[in-house]
């Protein structure tokens, strides 16, 4: 905590820890150095720990019965992505008859940028087909949202999106973002995926917030999604406030 400007007197520190869950909130205590009074401009300064270079980093693998890890071959992905642009508006892009695999994908939120192995991050046109998607860590294809998906639209309005403890958008919210949508269809959507293979994918095959809107998705064979189950909590959790909100609309 910092007095006016990033690099203003020091306030106070305190080390900010996981919460244990997604959903979870957790309260962290600043102890002030000295007493404020009267009105003041504070910030707060977010630094990530210095990590120990001596400190050995610890994958752990599981191999099917009867293979032996120390004959068996492994491979480590670590690229977030195969084909996905740096930055949005790159239209009318064609990709067929690829394979396209291994990505350590992140999590495709709905509140969030929504990543995947492949995908036009908020684009127009793109024609996705005839391609083997496989081995993302999260999502095959994602069509979704650049940024924090439709939740900022309602920075300036209260209460807080997805507000403890029930999470979910309010009736008000959801009103308004049908009412007056924060993008146009001149920004995105107008995709053809079709008759790709994907598989082999932690969250979904084909994921995406708005960014799907006006698409053709065809013909695609989809299967083995979510195996082992990683995602299961969050997966569940997200159904019910899916379940939340389209029982809200119906009573609008």
Known sequence: ???????GELLGTCEIT???????????AINMKRELKGKQNIRLVTRAPKLDPTVPTIIYAQFPDGIDPNDGSVEITARPQVFYPEHVGVDYITVRGFILQNAATNWAPPSAEQPGLIGPRWAKGWVIENNVIR????????LGRPTFGHAHHYLRMPPKVYVMPNGG???????DFFDNASWTKEEAGFHVVRNNHIYNCGQAGIVGC???????IEGNEIHEIGQNENFLHKALMLQRQIKRHWSTLHSI
Do not use: Y
Request: aromatic residues 8%; hydrophobic residues 30%; glycine residues 8%.
């Open 1 to 7: 905590m910092r007095l006016d400007e990033p690099n």
């Open 18 to 28: 996981n919460t244990g869950d997604w959903l979870k909130e957790k309260v962290f």
């Open 135 to 142: 081995n993302s860590r999260c999502s095959g294809i994602s």
């Open 169 to 175: 958008q309010t009736v008000e919210q959801l009103k």
């Open 210 to 216: 708005s960014g799907a809107s006006f698409s053709l």
